[in-house]
């Protein structure tokens, strides 16, 4: 987590991940303030998620949920 210090970071906007990426960053000594936020407007199915910003190349990481993070990695290859 101490190599997104200045990172470009998608979440869905209002979901649960923005507590979860500030605890993350946290016990790796950072901040949100260390980071960029992108938030989309929608979790997961559209192309406003994080999964479809970090595929386009806007952004550096993103919060997902594990369906879109499988897609994201391994095309659900790994642990199959």
Do not use: C, E, W
């Not at 869905?12 to 605890?23: F, V």
């Not at 199915?45 to 499988?70: C, E, H, K, R, W």
Request: proline share 4%; glycine share 8%; hydrophobic share 40%.
């Amino acid at each position: 987590p101490v190599d997104l210090r200045n990172k470009k970071i998608a979440l869905q906007n209002n979901g649960p991940h923005l507590y979860y990426l500030s605890k993350i960053l946290s016990d790796a000594g950072l901040s949100l303030k260390d980071v960029t936020l992108k938030f989309t407007k929608d979790l997961t199915g559209t192309n406003q998620t994080p999964l479809s910003s970090m595929q386009a190349g806007d952004v550096d990481a993103a919060m997902m949920i594990s369906v879109d993070a499988g897609a994201a990695t391994s095309n659900f290859t790994v642990g199959t």
